[in-house]
């Protein structure tokens, strides 16, 4: 649960870095996914839970797993394009200060 929540969290900052308000956004929010997880270690909770509404808690972690591949697919496909950005701009500066 907590390797969940420093992940998302750090992806949160590097989102606002890239700057993708959006998905900081999303991240920000799959920051309290994790933590559903704390129902699992109430069994009285968990148990009124799942006779009431159990097919959320399933719905949820659906939702989560699928959100968290986009979320990686993008970031990936971001940090590519940054990378190259920064690369040529430092070859531009080299270039620059070689001359």
Wanted: some cysteine.
């Amino acid at each position: 649960m907590l390797g969940g929540i420093i992940t998302w969290t750090y992806l949160r900052r590097i989102a606002h870095r890239i700057p993708n308000r959006n998905l900081a956004r999303l991240c920000g929010w799959l920051v309290l996914a994790p933590i559903l997880s704390l129902l699992n270690i109430f069994p009285f909770f968990i148990h009124a839970l799942v006779v009431e509404i159990g097919w959320v808690l399933e719905v949820v972690i659906g939702i989560y797993f699928i959100a968290a591949i986009v979320i990686f697919v993008r970031l990936a496909m971001l940090f590519r394009r940054e990378a190259r950005t920064a690369e040529k701009a430092w070859s531009d500066e080299t270039a620059m200060a070689r001359s």
